[in-house]
């Protein structure tokens, strides 16, 4: 069993950044992905970004490369979002998922879930 707990979220006007932390615990915590999505309303949930604990894999959306970095603390088992040059339609509920790979976090199929953080970006 694996417990995913994120943070971090909060108001910010566009152009500014967020960094999200997802804190995970949980014996197997160290076999999974790790991976950021979200879902504004109305929406389909989406993948974001993931990353191996190791660090040395990483993968993005299209919509946020460039813009989003993705990393892992294996020591406190966390993997951080850190969000720059937000827009408006980053708007959303962002979560973090634990997945046996990068194939099915990139398509939305994660093992265990966080409860989810809002982000909200204003014009």
């Known amino acids: 069993q694996v417990q995913l707990v994120e943070s971090g979220g909060g108001l910010v006007q566009a152009g500014g950044s967020l960094r999200l932390s997802c804190s995970a615990s949980?014996?197997?915590?160290?076999?999974?992905?790790m991976g950021w999505f979200r879902q504004a309303p109305g929406k389909e949930r989406e993948f974001v970004a993931a990353?191996?604990?190791?660090?040395?894999?990483?993968t993005y959306a299209d919509s946020v490369e460039g813009r989003f970095g993705i990393s892992s603390d294996n020591v406190k088992n966390t993997v951080y979002l850190q969000m720059n040059s937000l827009d408006p339609e980053d708007t959303a509920v962002y979560y973090c998922?634990?997945?046996?790979?990068?194939?099915?976090?990139?398509?939305?199929?994660?093992?265990?879930w966080g409860q989810g953080t809002q982000v909200t970006v204003s014009s």
């Open positions: 949980g014996r197997t915590v160290g076999n999974y992905a």
């Open positions: 990353v191996s604990w190791s660090g040395g894999s990483v």
């Open positions: 998922g634990a997945a046996p790979n990068f194939g099915f976090l990139t398509a939305r199929l994660a093992d265990y």
